[in-house]
């Protein structure tokens, strides 16, 4: 079974508007890490966030912010006024505590439209 | 400048003709691991090595060797590469294991015909 799910495969948005992408992760560790990362149309692949199963808090930097909900396995990712640089391959990413690999989602690519 | 240097970024080769990619970081790091990217299958992870001479397998470690004989390197082997393996790859690397972000090579693309 898949351990990462990112359901949505394609997003296209008008520039400045606002989206959402989901990511729902599947674990039976108490303690577990979760990640997001983007791949830019340059290949690269550059870390967002890392967030750890104790800290539901949420998250702002800039116009990016991150919903951790535990009741519902998800960590979602919010681009507040998308622009045309975030348009990229956004992957999503678990690590268990009791297992030292990594299991990352099918990504979402988004398009942000000018 | 603190990286994760893969060589060679783009190989095109034939079935059955051992090849290797380097992976090297400078950054002191014990986690390292071997990822592959396909179309619509995301990133699954190959092999992985806590520290020196610790490897152990991944999700997909079938046709894949990798050997960690030193802290800053390692190695992607193919012993027989087949089409199959036509991928895109990225070594990774990080100070620990599961809490800490990945550093990622730039990628090395692989074309077995």
Not at chain 2, 46 to 69: A, Q
Request: proline fraction near 4%; aromatic fraction near 12%; charged fraction near 20%.
């Amino acid at each position: 079974a898949q351990k990462v799910t990112q359901a949505q495969t394609e997003i296209s948005v008008v520039e400045k508007e606002d989206v959402t992408l989901d990511c729902v992760y599947e674990t039976r560790d108490t303690t577990y890490y979760l990640f997001w990362y983007k791949q830019p149309p340059s290949g690269e692949l550059v870390f967002l966030i890392r967030r750890n199963s104790f800290d539901e808090q949420n998250e702002i930097s800039g116009r990016y912010s991150w919903n951790f909900q535990k009741s519902t396995s998800s960590f979602n990712f919010t681009i507040t006024a998308s622009q045309v640089v975030d348009s990229a391959v956004y992957f999503c990413a678990l690590s268990e505590a009791s297992s030292n690999q990594f299991y990352f989602g099918t990504g979402t690519s988004l398009t942000v439209i000018p | 400048e603190a990286q994760v240097t893969q060589n060679p970024r783009y190989l095109i080769t034939v079935t059955g003709k051992k090849l290797t990619v380097t992976c090297s970081q400078n950054m002191n790091h014990e986690y390292m691991s071997w990822y592959r990217q396909d179309p619509g299958l995301g990133l699954r992870q190959i092999y992985y090595s806590m520290n020196v001479e610790v490897t152990d397998k991944g999700d997909v470690p079938e046709g894949y060797k990798v050997s960690r004989k030193e802290k800053r390197n390692f190695p992607l082997i193919l012993e027989s590469p087949s089409p199959n393996q036509t991928s895109l790859y990225f070594c990774a690397s990080s100070s620990i294991a599961q809490n800490q972000p990945q550093h990622f090579g730039d990628g090395t693309r692989l074309s077995i015909l």
